[in-house]
Nanobody, 123 residues
Framework: VQFVESGGGLVHPGGSLKLSCAAS????????IGWFRQAPGKEREFVAA????????DYVDSVKGRFTISRDNAENTLYLQMNSLKVEDTAVYYC?????????????????WGQGTQVTVSS
């Protein structure tokens, strides 16, 4: 079971990035998927989640209207489109999968985690 994350990088405030998280060794079908982030000196926090069908999503208030979570079950890949990026979005972003249950903000409920990808928003 492995996630391969990509798409992170350095971007100016107001810019955009699209993160990808490709799963290998298992199929994402049936899993709820989430994105979390961790800034230096802070706890890992919930960003967004999507259920197995893609019909239900949830976001932390600070990214609503700017970030969009999506998934392609055929490609076994999860995405996070991030627009209008702010300096405070700077963090390492992690994807995570939850085998049973609905989407949740609780990081302890997720079974598998990616290795993280760095997103830096700076002028």
């Amino acid at each position: 079971v492995q996630f391969v994350e990509s798409g992170g990088g350095l971007v100016h405030p107001g810019g955009s990035l699209k993160l990808s998280c490709a799963a290998s060794g298992f199929t994402l079908e049936g899993y709820s998927i989430g994105w979390f982030r961790q800034a230096p000196g802070k706890e890992r926090e919930f960003v967004a989640a999507i259920n197995w069908s893609g019909g239900s999503t949830d976001y932390v208030d600070s990214v609503k209207g700017r970030f969009t979570i999506s998934r392609d079950n055929a490609e076994n890949t999860l995405y996070l489109q991030m627009n209008s990026l702010k300096v405070e979005d700077t963090a390492v972003y992690y994807c995570a999968a939850r085998r049973y249950g609905s989407i949740t903000k609780n990081r302890d409920a997720y079974d598998y985690w990616g290795q993280g990808t760095q997103v830096t928003v700076s002028s």
